[in-house]
C-alpha cells in the first residue's frame, strides 16, 4: 500500500508540481492550500507525512506544525518545511516548532524524493 502525503502550499503550480513527482515515485497524495486547510485534511486522515510551506495565509507552516504535534496521531510523523525561507534563525524555529527537516525552493524533484525516502521509504 503507498504511502500518503500531505503536502500544503498557498501556490497551486507548486503544489502541483510537488504532487506529480510524488505520484510519479509511488506516493499518494493530500493537497492544502493553507496551515488551516492542512490542519483539517490532517485531522480527517493520518498520514504518512507532511511537507509544508511556511509563509501561507490564513495559518503559516510554524503555526501548522505546532498544532499537528500537539495531536497523538501527529506525535511521530515526520514533518518536512518546503519554503523560500533558508535563515538558521527560520530553522531553528521549524526544528523548535517539531520540524524534522528543511528543503529550500525552488526544490530539485529528485533531491525531494531522495529525501522523502529516507525520512518515510519507498
Request: glycine content about 0%.
Given at each position: 500500500?503507498?504511502?500518503?502525503?500531505?503536502?500544503?502550499?498557498?501556490s497551486g503550480s507548486l503544489r502541483q508540481m510537488v504532487t506529480f513527482s510524488l505520484k510519479a515515485a509511488g506516493y499518494d497524495v493530500v493537497q492544502a492550500v493553507d496551515g488551516q486547510d492542512g490542519l483539517n485534511k490532517a485531522k480527517e486522515k493520518t498520514v504518512d507525512l507532511v511537507l509544508t510551506d511556511q509563509n501561507m495565509p490564513v495559518m503559516d507552516g510554524l503555526t501548522l506544525i505546532t498544532n499537528l504535534r500537539t495531536l497523538a496521531s501527529y506525535q511521530k510523523v515526520p514533518i518536512l518545511m518546503l519554503t523560500t525561507e533558508s535563515s538558521d534563525e527560520m530553522k531553528a524555529k521549524g526544528k523548535a516548532a517539531g520540524a524534522n527537516g528543511w528543503l529550500v525552493k525552488p526544490f530539485d524533484p529528485k533531491r525531494l524524493i531522495e529525501v522523502v525516502q529516507k525520512v518515510i521509504g519507498a
Open positions: 500500500m503507498a504511502k500518503t502525503i500531505l503536502t500544503v502550499d498557498d
